[in-house]
């Protein structure tokens, strides 16, 4: 069963059995056309009914669950979701028609790791860049300094895809998310946080119909039908993006280096990995009166973890990708 950390439904507007006075009404030649509620803090909601076409659309997120965010919207929670909206927007909805009979717009799948200290790094990315076997379709960046996010190179929004990696712990500590702790019961807040201690995200956005079609293998986007989906998105995209053969490749180590370890690792490799000849050849770089015994400090690190860290880095990171791609 896969979990979702946004839905974006539509469905008839006779589900929307009262609205508050937190509901704007939206007029235009002094006849109604829309009413909304739309609320960014301390949790992203926005419901919508459009007057003429008869429509609803609700757009929510996990944080929603508030102290049960951790569960993320699934076919078990999806019932607390409604039930929190109407609390927060002030409404009441039929839910059980909702349930039965909506259409998803758009979803981001979610799924979260538990990697106790793991770090997101530039050694991280760069085995990501190395193992990208399509990098002409697949871009590969930095996100936030707490993760990595792959985007598909392509025009067509229907086509594109949008895969993001991060710390979940670290972004849920953000300013941004200040609003949302701060909402939650002082218990509640420390439970949840120690929950997405040592947790990594993956998650996907998927925002076109086609996109919802192939990666949860359904023909028809009916809530129900992306709730009960049992496909595998992660390990659908991760195959596109990576070559799972170059996981234990030798070359993934050097590919997860700076450019100054790099540089010190080829210095230290040209001279079969002995420090007294590293010492031999900068001293032939360096003016006369040079401190040798700080230049050559990073080199003697480097060499004496080096077996260590890196297989570490790799431990790490193999993991990682097993956890993301199993089902």
Request: glycine residues 4%; contains cysteine; hydrophobic residues 35%.
């Amino acid at each position: 069963m896969l979990h979702y950390d946004r839905i974006k439904l539509k469905t008839d507007s006779r589900y929307l059995l009262k609205t508050g006075s937190l509901f704007k009404e939206v007029t235009k030649n002094g006849y109604l056309e829309k009413l909304q509620f739309d609320m960014k803090s301390p949790i992203s909601l926005y419901i919508m009914v459009d007057i003429k076409k008869g429509e609803l659309i609700i757009e929510f997120t996990g944080k929603i669950l508030l102290k049960n965010y951790h569960r993320l919207i699934s076919f078990d929670t999806v019932k607390e979701c409604l039930i929190n909206i109407e609390k927060m927007a002030g409404c009441k909805l039929d839910i059980d028609g909702i349930l039965k009979h909506s259409e998803v717009l758009s979803v981001d799948v979610s799924k979260d790791i538990s990697i106790p200290e793991f770090l997101f790094n530039d050694k991280i990315k760069g085995m990501f860049t190395y193992l990208n076997q399509n990098s002409r379709q697949w871009n590969i960046e930095r996100y936030n300094r707490q993760g990595v996010v792959f985007s598909k190179r392509v025009k067509s929004s229907e086509l594109k895809n949008r895969m993001i990696i991060y710390d979940k712990y670290a972004e849920l500590r953000k300013s941004e998310n200040k609003p949302f702790l701060g909402y939650l019961s002082y218990d509640d807040r420390n439970t949840l946080l120690a929950y997405f201690k040592g947790k990594i995200r993956a998650e996907i956005n998927i925002n076109s119909f086609k996109q919802i079609r192939e990666l949860l293998h359904i023909q028809h986007l009916s809530l129900a039908n992306v709730l009960n989906a049992n496909s595998n998105p992660f390990e659908q995209l991760m195959r596109q993006i990576i070559n799972m053969e170059l996981l234990s490749s030798d070359e993934l180590k050097i590919y997860s280096m700076s450019l100054k370890e790099y540089t010190q690792y080829l210095i230290l490799q040209n001279c079969q990995w002995d420090i007294e000849k590293v010492r031999t050849l900068l001293k032939t770089k360096y003016a006369q009166n040079t401190n040798m015994r700080r230049i050559l400090l990073p080199y003697k690190k480097l060499l004496l973890q080096k077996q260590h860290f890196e297989d570490k880095d790799r431990m790490y990171f193999q993991e990682l990708i097993d956890k993301i791609v199993e089902a």
